[in-house]
């Protein structure tokens, strides 16, 4: 019996129409390799297992566990966020579970390029760390591989260099000859090229 999923906050439902259509289309016909980067409670995770993956799929997911400063700004409890996630992704096989920092767990599968299909970037939201999260996730997705980034226009920080925008604009200019943009709003999505 499938438990009942237990979230504490929603920053997720309102992305599900554009994922739908963008996924759907993208990643239909063959296997295919997740890997998300921050999965809070596992909203999105939980949706891709749901509604997009395949039995023969797997999804990597990558989180601290701890929260961060922006958990912090928004008075956001985390206490049992990983008992939470464990619970609503019901101990599906197909999820590979690192605990950590995504620099040093992205950094542990350099020897994999075009590895994955897909990636999510919503781990810190502080610029030098989306920015570190792109480049080297990027490096390890495959040549028709989506990339999607959360919150290309939320402002947390005080101070703008701190916040994704800035970090979002820079790699989308550095890398504008690898890839094509599927959709750009709230989220930026990216379908690599090369």
């Avoid at 797997?58 to 990983?82: A, C, L, N, P, R």
């Avoid at 792109?134 to 703008?160: N, T």
């Amino acid at each position: 019996m499938k438990n009942e999923p237990e979230f504490t906050q929603d920053w997720f439902s309102y992305n599900i129409p554009i994922w739908r259509s963008v996924l759907t289309k993208c990643l239909k016909n063959k296997p295919n390799r997740f890997l998300e980067v921050g999965c809070f409670e596992g909203r999105a995770t939980t949706f891709l297992l749901n509604e997009i993956m395949k039995k023969e799929d797997q999804i990597d997911v990558i989180d601290t566990f701890e929260g961060s400063m922006e958990h912090e700004i928004m008075k956001v409890d985390v206490k049992g966020m990983f008992a939470r996630f464990l619970k609503n992704i019901n101990n599906d096989r197909r999820v590979i579970i690192h605990v950590g920092k995504s620099e040093n767990i992205l950094r542990a599968f350099s020897d994999k390029s075009d590895y994955f299909d897909f990636v999510y970037i919503d781990g810190s939201h502080r610029a030098k760390d989306v920015l570190t999260d792109a480049i080297l996730s990027w490096l390890l997705l495959k040549k028709d591989g989506i990339l999607i980034f959360d919150d290309y226009k939320w402002r947390p920080f005080p101070r703008e260099i701190e916040n994704p925008f800035p970090a979002i604009i820079t790699f989308l200019d550095y890398w504008q000859d690898e890839y094509e943009i599927a959709y750009k709003d709230y989220q930026v999505i990216l379908r690599k090229n090369v």
